[in-house]
């Protein structure tokens, strides 16, 4: 079982960048299969970006070319970074683990999350 705790979240002005860590504990994050969702007041949680354990990644189409996901295994460790922010990426993101191979989007594959960091991107 892995533990996930996320940091780097705060408020930044649209155009601006964040990046955000998820360190992992108890398990070795080469283990899994790493996501990053996200949740936005009054709306559900959704898919932000993953990366398999052999470093393939996909992201959404909402943050392509502007977010990049990705792991230090020595560190035990998985980022999200964010560039070109707007204020509809305001939301709570958290970081998850998913025991599948490959590729994975979907909120229900995954087995373990943390608790969430605010991102907070004003206009």
């Known amino acids: 079982q892995v533990q996930l705790v996320e940091s780097g979240g705060g408020s930044v002005q649209a155009g601006g960048s964040l990046k955000l860590s998820c360190a992992a504990s108890?398990?070795?994050?080469?283990?899994?299969?790493m996501g990053w969702f996200r949740q936005a007041p009054g709306k559900e949680r959704e898919f932000v970006a993953t990366?398999?354990?052999?470093?393939?990644?996909y992201s959404a189409d909402s943050v392509k070319g502007r977010f990049t996901i990705s792991r230090d295994n020595a560190k035990n460790m998985v980022y999200l970074q964010m560039n070109s922010l707007k204020a509809e990426d305001t939301a709570v993101y958290y970081c998850?683990?998913?025991?599948?191979?490959?590729?994975?989007?979907?909120?229900?594959?995954?087995?373990?999350w943390g608790q969430g960091t605010q991102v907070t991107v004003s206009s």
């Open positions: 998850a683990a998913s025991v599948r191979v490959g590729i994975t989007t979907g909120q229900t594959r995954y087995d373990y």
């Open positions: 108890g398990r070795t994050v080469s283990s899994y299969t």
């Open positions: 990366i398999s354990r052999s470093t393939n990644t």
